[in-house]
């Protein structure tokens, strides 16, 4: 039976139509254009050099652009090896110049070399700028992308922690940047849970879900800007994902893993029958029989409540932040295109749900 709750939210949908820092060695960088554009220039996609073609005119295209990477490693070594002779080991320009090796190097498809390249990058950016300088986030995005290629998780994932951390406490970092990084770090965070990425999923689920809370928690204290409810309703269908997550999770554990020592929670528990009466010469006595241990029935109940409960739980929480969700986005500012796009997560969040306990009712 499909819940109240699904009911009305499509009754609505059709009236509207960390933290510590990573060490250096867990650090990224971003590789920006050779020529002088900033930092956070748009990545162009590298050219696999062992990419092949039946095309005679894109098997030149291809041998051009790899002559030409070549041609540019060769350029921002020299260039490299002149700033660090001339003003150490820091600098912008220092810094700028390993980005561009480091982006030819990804063109070459040498993403090691190309990730020890990032990693000076930001370490000249770090200690030009310090800890916490918005520039070094095109330098960590530049990393996850190149952490992805080498199938590192580990760095991934500390990136994209990291990502977020900078952008929190940086002052020349905009609302909008700073959803952007929280949203991704959930994204990054949910897609390593499905696709076996990381291990300890309920502590980073518990994590995420904090970092959720807290900043609607500080947006709603924030003064009013354009996009805040978009912002607020985002986080809301964010941290609704995250529990229906953690829902399905539960639900595939084994009842053991509800299972919590303590008194009563024996597998078995030991009785006595004993009988009272009066014997022959009319004194009262007492017979008891041998103990026996019988199994003890909270012990295989009392996990299985607790998985219900939990599960309950987080179905609930769904429940409650996607309606927040759609009452937030009622009476928003936001722009058109951006409110289809949180309805249609609405949407899909709403499916999800349903299929769920369509299967594994509440």
């Known amino acids: 039976m499909i819940p109240t709750f699904t009911r009305f939210i499509r009754a609505i949908l059709r009236a509207a139509c960390l933290v510590l820092l990573p060490s250096l060695a867990c650090s990224a960088a971003f590789a920006a254009e ?22 005679p005119d894109t098997a030149t295209a291809q041998a051009d652009a790899l002559r030409a ?31 561009g090796l480091g982006r030819s190097l990804r063109k070459l498809q040498l993403h090691e070399e190309a990730r020890a ?11 030009t700028y310090g800890l916490q300088d918005a520039r070094q986030l095109a330098v960590l995005e530049e990393l996850v992308a190149v952490n992805e290629a080498l199938q590192d998780w580990d760095e991934v994932h500390a990136m994209h922690h990291l990502l977020f951390y900078v952008a929190k406490h940086s002052s020349n970092v905009d609302e909008e940047q700073r959803m952007k990084y929280l949203v991704q ?12 990425l990381i291990a300890d999923f309920n502590a980073n689920a518990s994590q995420l879900s904090g970092l959720y809370n807290n ?9 009013d800007y354009p ?32 299972q919590t020592p303590g008194a009563g929670e024996q597998r078995t528990i030991t009785t006595q029958q004993c009988v009272t009466g009066i014997d022959r010469t009319g004194r009262p006595m007492t017979y008891c029989m041998a103990p026996v241990e019988t199994p003890n ?54 499916q999800e749900y349903n299929d769920f306990v369509a299967v594994n009712p509440k």
């Open 34 to 55: 050779p020529d002088a554009r900033p930092l956070d220039a748009r990545l162009v996609p590298a050219i696999p050099a062992s990419a092949a073609s039946d095309n």
């Open 69 to 99: 990477a070549r041609a540019e490693r060769e350029e921002y070594e020299s260039l490299v090896t002149s700033l660090e002779a001339r003003q150490g080991i820091y600098g912008e320009q220092l810094s700028e110049a390993y980005v």
């Open 117 to 127: 390249a990032f990693n000076k990058s930001l370490q000249s950016l770090r200690i």
């Open 185 to 196: 770090l959930g994204a990054w965070i949910r897609k390593a849970y499905r696709d076996e």
């Open 215 to 223: 900043e609607i928690r500080r947006l709603q204290e924030h003064a």
């Open 227 to 258: 996009e805040k409810s978009a912002h607020l309703a985002a986080l809301y269908l964010a941290l609704a994902e995250t529990e229906l997550m953690e829902a399905t999770r539960k639900h595939e554990l084994p009842i053991s893993a509800f």
């Open 297 to 350: 029935v909270n012990y295989y109940l009392s996990p299985n409540a607790q998985k219900s409960t939990e599960i309950r739980q987080h179905l609930s929480e769904v429940e409650s932040k996607v309606m927040l969700a759609i009452n937030t986005l009622r009476d928003s500012p936001a722009a058109p295109q951006r409110q289809d796009e949180l309805l249609q997560d609405v949407q899909r969040l709403t």
